[in-house]
């Protein structure tokens, strides 16, 4: 059966909806970004740009660097968009626009998030990189999806059962990055960590400018959860939505966290934007 104009909804020149792209316009390995100004960071440093398209805060360029194609794309902030952003990305490559069904060869795509993030637990330095190995969301998103499969629910139902948060109807789920990713990002630079996302980087982070968390004990309990010898290490807000789509739509994907913040010690970096561009090209090294 064709998708209805209303589930797979295309603009005027055949771009899907939010994106504004084409299947042709996206390579098989793709960065994502949250902030629309490090599109540029990242595509700089290609050989040469060929797509340059956007809407709203979704904004990709797509270029060539040794060789290899690769996408950057802004996803904004949250798992909402994450939503959108992996939702019409999949469609691009399992989906024949023309016909409008899903096509039976399907391309798994290659993601890597190069994002900021806070750390909770004191020892992990501000400027350090972090490797999500496991990302466990706090924010819903997964919860409307049938996953049960591809999840970690081991670590997903110890965590519920420790936090009891259900009564607050905060019900993490839990996914795992993707292995192969996860060694071809790897060095001596990076620590692998277990990484929280929310929906949102007051409140649902633990912080309190004029308002308090209405959990006290928030970091508290994190910083405290043990799993398999592993403690949470930092906060964000796409990991878990972006490992859980991936996973679901067989796609492989692997979050690289420049730790901006310690929130443990109450430190921020004194410059951020040389730690995100260090992050950049220790990933374009990686990957290209
Ligand atoms: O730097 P990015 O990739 O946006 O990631 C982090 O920074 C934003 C909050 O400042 C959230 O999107 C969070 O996940
Ligand atoms: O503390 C932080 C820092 C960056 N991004 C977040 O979401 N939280």
Redesign the pocket.
Known sequence: MPLAASELILNSDGSIYHLNLLPEDIAETII????PE?VHDVSKHFDVIEVKKGKREFHTHTGILNGKRISVIS????TDNIDIVFNELDALVNIDFGNREEKDKKIALNFI?????GAIQPDIDIDSFLLSAHAIGLDGLMHFYNCSDEQNITLASKLNSYLGWQNRHITAYAFDCDDLLKNKLNSNRIRFGTTV?NAG?YGPQGRGIRLSPALKDFHQKLMAFNFQDKKVTNL????AGIYGLASILGHRAVSM??I?ANRATGKFSKNPART?EQLIQYCLEKIS
């Open positions: 994502t970004v949250g902030d490090r996803t904004g902030i949250g998030r190069i994002g900021t993030s996302t980087f964000e807000m796409e990991t966290n420049a901006l995100v």
